[in-house]
């Protein structure tokens, strides 16, 4: 679809060779455009934002039942083997069973010797693990 | 035999160097050794600078140069031989290429009766044809569609004021616009050279092209050069404008972006930005049309071709056709010097302009600061000016990482350059 502008721009008849003032006239104009068009988007994208952020921070429906052990990342955990998984009931595991699972897991690949897991609890510095993810990332490219 | 040696000689190119040419090899070496030995953005300096080397050899089949009126030379020119048919005689072979569609009506002459031409052939070397794609506005627009697709706009989404870093840093734009009119360029031209200070290569291409194509080598191989010098160009600025404790600034991690966010920045970006500037749509279409394919999560096939062959294609055409553009009689001028000068100062008030702003922004709101260094960033160079911001950061503090809050104003700037691109354009363009 072609546009046809109802009104001539003001500055489209700017000379070859503009005054002083076209020209700062014509740098100002052009500086509110895009400041403009990229505020325009800065507000609508914080407001689109704050609808997204609501609905996030909103509290989650109780879609899966409670797993019945209670098991909680954020608890101490009775002693789990590593092969909890394999050894899940028929039932569909919870979203901590599955957790759970992952660390047995995890922990079997690293240790590999025979071992007991007797507590899964979150790091009480969570900025460690940032810091190490970010210092692996960084470490793995070359930044000029 | 001696005779006919001699004939066979001036059929050679040997007879057709000239001293012009031979500097411009030299030239191209140079772009060479940086983008090879160097790693000065290889991926566009190779082609360039071989285009450049093949434009300046007397080639055949290649490209056709003509020489305008005004003196200058306008390569990638085609001839089309067609004759017009009498009444009646017009042929039904649907293979046979004639110069209107079938559902275009054919050219009426003063009586206004019908025409119908037939082609009866086209004349052109290689690039006279590839080189279209630069011509028409085809290929800045399609590499587009492959920068959209490879760009994440999360942790702009994330923090979308830093918008407005990509806005300041098109300072540096409009600066070189009066600088380099006062130095004789005209308004066209000025805003061509002006717009190296953005940092962005397609969009450079794209404008310079409509407003003063006879500018298109020097501008080019300016934007491409500049963009790969950012780590040497940028940081001296940025020291200059901020403080010790500003360069040490932490910044609070960005928050997590839904896929759902990111369809409706594309989308919003899309419709804000024609709706502003319609000159920038082809730009600005392409962009997001790559990165909704590349958000939307079903169109896989198409996102890994517009981030890998299509662009990739596109680049070397696109590279090669700039560097022919390069002919030494157009290239080998004072105005290419001054063009290199007003890309740097351009480059660098660009530069200024991000840092600028992010103090400014830290004035307005102390509470939650941004570290001044992302502001650079502004300058759309993706993602070598985000990575400057960074280690110019850890430089002072190892453990402060800035590059994903850099990449927030670092494709700002993308946007910010498409729409200051189609702010020339509606001014400057028709």
Redesign the interface.
Known sequence: MTITPFVRPPLSTLADYPSLSDSLLFQLNGLVVVFLALGSIWGLMEVTGLFFRRRRSAPPKPAIAAPASGVSPSTALPAVPACAAAAAPSAPPSADENLTAVIAASVAAVVGAPHRIHAVAIAADQLVWAREGRREIFASHHTR | MIQGLTDFFTTTGFAAITWQMVVMWLIAGVLLYLAIAK?FEPLLLVPIAFGALVANLPTRGVITTELRPDGTRQTATFRIEASVQPPGTETHDATAPTSAPSDTPAPANADGARQVMRVERVEGGLYDFISQGVKLELFPPLIFLGVGALTDFGPL??M??T??L??AA??G???T??GA?LLGF???QSASIGIIGGADGPTAIFLCNKLSPELLGAVAVAAYSYMSLV?LIQPPIMRLLTTDQERRIRMK?L?P??K??KL??AL??MV??VL???DASALIAMLMLGNFLRECGVTERLVKSAQNEIINVLTIFLGTSVGLTMQAESFLAAGTLKIIVLGVVAFGFSTAGGVIGAKVMNWLSPHNPVNPLIGSAGVSAVP?AA?VS??EAQRYDR?N?L?MHAMGPNV?GV??TA??AG??L???G?
């Open positions: 790693g989404i994330a979308p004021r918008l407005l990509g806005a098109q300072l734009l409009f600066i616009f009066m009119n005209t308004a066209k780590p991690s928050r972006v839904s759902t966010e409706v920045f919003v970006v804000v930005c502003l500037v319609p070598m990575r960074h280690n453990n990482y590059v700002a946007i910010g729409v200051a702010y020339f509606s001014q400057l028709h």
